[in-house]
């Protein structure tokens, strides 16, 4: 099975990087998806990204899923 990541339920997204790959994650990505992503749209380096998202997993902003 493949690992996504997506937002928890209830939790928006907003105007600084971090808000907005919390919107990038309402469909759930794979982890190389959503750096590729975060990446193209200007949110910082490979890691920079990879940080924030370890960051909002442990906040429980994104969520792992299986599938």
């Known amino acids: 099975m493949n690992t996504r990541i997506q937002s928890a339920p209830g939790v928006r997204g907003c105007c600084d990087s971090a808000g907005r790959m919390i919107v990038i994650a309402y469909t759930p990505r794979t982890r ?5 992503l975060s990446i193209a749209h ?3 380096t490979r890691a920079q990204i990879e940080a924030r998202i370890e960051d909002l997993l442990a906040a ?3 969520i792992e899923i299986e599938g």
């Open 42 to 44: 200007g949110d910082g």
């Open 32 to 36: 190389e998806q959503l750096i590729a």
């Open 60 to 62: 429980g902003l994104l």
